[in-house]
């Protein structure tokens, strides 16, 4: 049990474009759903918190005009990267608990975006 | 605030020797505390969890951890490494109140065959 998924799994964009990243729990309704972004060799960053139903809450210093977050739904939520820069290549990972699994945030496999 | 650290970058060990990946936290409640293991290019795996209850947890793929509180510990252990646990593990704590996760730097660890 306890499975998210992430799509897509790699993107390469141009830079200026929109990139939308889906995060689906598959088998337990998340509640909270998180999203991170982990730079090479490092440890995970929050960008922000998200209950379904309601705005994310963002951490201090992401944009949230540039990474928007949308849970409309108890199994999916989505980040997008509004005209994306070279600076926001990076590794997003999503995370999910609640339903059954209420103590445990279970991680996504990740979206390596690249930004030319 | 919640905190926690892992003191060392990369741990090296012989396959077949036994493997510990030291943490300790920090948090102003009881925690709730958790292991991770990222493999390269790919998302956290859940290894196990303290919440309450026996202080040795036994999680996946034969790792264990104790909580340690009077240490504030809660040291990764393995009896005897595989080459297939070289990866980068996590260590995490929330306190109950708090809906999210501090995670420590994480910890390299490399089983050498």
């Known amino acids: 049990g306890a499975v998210v998924s992430q799509h897509p799994s790699r993107v390469i964009c141009k830079s200026g474009t929109s990139v939308k990243i889906e995060c689906r729990s598959l088998d337990f309704q998340a509640t909270t759903m998180f999203w991170y972004r982990q730079f090479p060799k490092k440890s995970l960053m929050l960008m922000a918190t998200?209950?379904?139903?309601?705005?994310?809450?963002?951490e201090q210093g992401v944009e949230k005009d540039k990474f928007l977050i949308n849970h409309a739904s108890l199994t999916l939520s989505t980040l997008t990267v509004t005209s994306a820069h070279p600076e926001d290549s990076s590794f997003y990972i999503c995370?999910?608990?609640?339903?059954?699994?209420?103590?445990?945030?279970?991680f996504g496999p990740g979206t390596r975006l690249l930004v030319l | 605030a919640q905190s926690v650290a892992q003191p060392e970058d990369q741990v090296n060990v012989a396959e077949g020797n036994p493997l510990t990946v030291k943490c300790t936290y920090s948090v102003s409640g009881n925690p709730y505390l958790f292991w991770y293991v990222q493999y390269p290019n790919r998302g956290l795996q859940f290894l196990l969890k303290?919440?309450?209850?026996?202080?040795l947890v036994k999680g996946s793929y034969g790792f264990e951890a104790e909580f340690n509180k009077s240490q504030t510990s809660f040291h990764l252990k393995k009896p005897s490494a595989l080459v297939s646990d070289s990866a980068l593990y996590f260590c995490?704590?929330?306190?109950?109140?708090?809906?999210?996760?501090?995670f420590g730097k994480g910890n390299q660890v490399v089983v050498i065959p």
């Open positions: 995370s999910a608990r609640g339903g059954s699994y209420q103590e445990t945030q279970y």
């Open positions: 303290y919440i309450t209850g026996d202080n």
């Open positions: 995490a704590v929330r306190d109950h109140g708090n809906n999210r996760l501090a």
């Open positions: 998200s209950n379904e139903g309601s705005k994310a809450t963002y």
